[in-house]
C-alpha cells in the first residue's frame, strides 16, 4: 500500500457545484495533515492544515478520520479559480518529512 | 518579496555535466527541504536541513547528488554527470519548526532541468 493515496481524476465538475476528495493514508502514527492546490508548472501552495476536529477556510471544509486512516476535502460552490491539482500531504510528526500524494486534478466546468 | 526563491528558474544541461541550483529560504525559517517533481507526479522528498545540518536524505538521492546549507541560510543542490532521468522540476521549500508547532512548508518556484 502506497504512504499516500489520492485520485488522481480529473474530476470535471460545473461551476457552482460541490465537490469533494478523499485521502488515504497508510501510517497510523501519522500526526500531521495538510492540503496543498499546485497550478500548472507552478510550486505548490499551502491550502490549509487538516485538524483533529475538522476545519472550514470560507467554502473549504478538511475533514480527518483517523480510525479510517483519510482526510477528505470539500469545496463549496466551485469556482472556475478552483481548477488546479489538490495534493494531500502526511507527515508523521513535526519532526519527520511531509509525504506527498500524486493528487488529485480538478476542472471546474463553465 | 520575503518568500522563497530559486535560481536558476531554468536550467538546460547536456547529459554528463554538472549543474547546481540554489535556494533562499524564507529568513527566520529553521528548516529547508529538497523535492523533485515530474510531471503527474506529486513531488518526492530528497533531501531536508535543519538549520546547517543535513538530517535525512532520501534514497532517491544517489550518490550524484549533494546539497549543503553552509550557514544555515540558503542551500545549493549539485548533481554531477546529469543524466536524462534527472531532468524533473527540483523544488524548495522551507518551515520553521518550533515547540509544539504545527509546521507547514513553503514553496519556491523551483528550477526546471532538462538534460538533453
Known amino acids: 500500500r502506497k504512504e499516500v493515496e489520492q485520485d488522481p481524476g480529473p474530476f470535471n465538475v460545473p461551476e457552482g457545484a460541490t465537490v469533494a476528495f478523499n485521502c488515504t493514508y497508510s501510517?497510523?502514527?501519522?500526526?500531521?495533515f495538510f492540503w496543498y492546490r499546485q497550478d500548472c508548472r507552478k510550486e505548490p501552495k499551502l491550502l490549509m492544515s487538516v485538524y483533529s476536529s475538522g476545519n472550514e477556510d470560507g467554502r473549504f471544509t478538511a475533514q480527518l478520520n483517523r480510525a479510517s486512516q483519510y482526510i477528505s476535502l470539500l469545496i463549496r460552490d466551485s469556482k472556475l479559480s478552483d481548477s488546479a491539482t489538490y495534493l494531500c500531504v502526511v507527515s508523521l510528526g513535526r519532526d519527520d518529512k511531509i509525504i506527498f500524494g500524486k493528487g488529485t486534478r480538478l476542472h471546474i466546468l463553465p | 518579496d520575503t518568500g522563497v526563491s530559486q535560481n536558476p528558474r531554468h536550467k538546460i544541461t547536456k547529459r554528463g555535466q554538472n549543474v547546481t541550483f540554489r535556494c533562499d529560504p524564507i529568513?527566520?525559517?529553521?528548516?529547508l527541504y529538497w523535492y523533485r517533481q515530474t510531471l503527474g507526479q506529486g513531488p518526492e522528498f530528497l533531501t531536508y536541513?535543519?538549520?546547517?545540518?543535513?538530517?535525512?536524505k532520501s534514497r532517491l538521492l544517489s550518490d550524484r547528488f549533494s546539497a549543503e546549507r553552509p550557514k544555515g541560510s540558503f542551500s545549493t543542490l549539485e548533481i554531477q554527470r546529469t543524466e536524462q532521468g534527472d531532468s524533473a522540476m527540483y523544488l524548495c521549500?522551507?518551515?520553521?519548526?518550533?515547540?509544539?508547532?504545527?509546521?507547514?512548508?513553503?514553496f519556491g518556484p523551483g528550477t526546471r532541468l532538462t538534460v538533453t
Open positions: 529568513s527566520e525559517h529553521n528548516r
Open positions: 521549500a522551507s518551515s520553521n519548526v518550533g515547540q509544539g508547532a504545527i509546521y507547514e512548508q513553503y
Open positions: 536541513f535543519q538549520n546547517e545540518a543535513q538530517l535525512e
Open positions: 501510517n497510523s502514527a501519522s500526526q500531521s
